[in-house]
């Protein structure tokens, strides 16, 4: 018969992975360290292959041991995602969802959102995770989360989606911004300025270096923003220019009167919000609920 690990020797690789130490991947796991230990020196050898380095002091992953992790990780979420159908005639999508947002868009949406689905399926548990798009969507293919929700252009392979919302991308300027009174500013007109934008991983410095290369304004290479927060604060002060999302002007921008926002007569930003999970997920029914949910509340935002 053909040696299959157990659930649990997974569970207690993936923790190795997790903590780098056995003594604290143990107690993640509830067992003692030498039941852990056996375990995982069980799993290399009916695997034929070492898979955690042991060095004095410390350990580490193999190469071959960091693959074995990750795909540890998506079959120990397969088997959650059975579990979850199973209990999926309860009406509640399962009964949990790790949901992953990016957070130029999740925290300005969920306030809709979440209260229509809690009134909905009164037994299902959120559990929210903020994180950078292009760390999203690799936390979602390894099963570390079960879908994400955020920009949807230029998707990691392996990934399904629903999309919920095309939202507006707008400018923002410092009021005193000789550009800040015009009804229409043309793309060229921003050759020279100084393009503040959110650091890598976000999918909004896609859209600022495409900004940058057909107006001709460069991105300040000096400062990645960590938040929009802080890019409005910038150019509140005349530090350059950046892009804002709808819903974000939405909820914030009435606060901050130092910022004014432009038309580009010949530059429609846009970027497509959506739903995404894997394309193996037993529980894509589920995520795509959850997405209809999405897009008919999004379909009742007023336009900025």
């Known amino acids: 018969m053909v040696y299959r690990p157990t659930p649990r020797q997974l569970e207690y690789l993936v923790a190795l992975g997790e903590t780098g130490h056995f003594g604290d991947a143990a107690r993640k796991c509830h067992v003692s360290q030498p039941t852990l230990s056996v375990q995982v020196a069980q799993l290399e050898k009916q695997l034929g292959v070492t898979l955690i380095e042991r060095l004095p002091g410390q350990m580490m992953p193999t190469p071959v041991g960091a693959e074995v992790i990750a795909a540890a990780k998506v079959i120990l979420n397969g088997l959650d995602e059975l579990r979850a159908l199973a209990s999926s005639s309860k009406n509640n999508l399962g009964g949990a969802v790790r949901l992953g947002v990016a957070p130029s868009f999740g925290p300005y949406f969920l306030p809709y959102l979440l209260p229509r689905l809690h009134a909905r399926y009164k037994d299902l548990k959120i559990y929210i995770r903020e994180e ?27 990934l399904d989606f629903k999309i919920i919302h095309r939202e507006r991308i707008f400018v923002g300027v410092p009021r005193g911004h000789h550009l800040a009174s015009r009804s229409g500013v043309r793309v060229s007109e921003l050759k020279g300025q100084k393009l503040l934008s959110l650091g890598p991983g976000h999918r909004l410095l896609d859209d600022a270096r495409n900004l940058a290369v057909i107006s001709g304004a460069f991105i300040a290479e000096d400062y990645e923003g960590s938040s929009l927060d802080a890019l409005r604060q910038m150019v509140s002060i005349e530090m350059g220019i950046s892009l804002f999302p709808e819903l974000y002007v939405r909820s914030e921008f009435a606060k901050d009167e130092g910022v004014a926002l432009i038309d580009l007569e010949d530059w429609q930003g846009e970027r497509d919000i959506g739903f995404f999970w894997r394309n193996s997920s037993a529980r894509a029914a589920h995520f795509r609920t959850l997405a209809d949910l999405g897009q008919q509340i999004a379909d009742t935002l007023p336009a900025s």
């Open 132 to 158: 950078r798009p292009r760390l999203l969507e690799k936390a979602v293919l390894q099963g570390e989360i079960d879908c994400g929700l955020g920009p949807v252009q230029g998707l990691e392979s392996g």
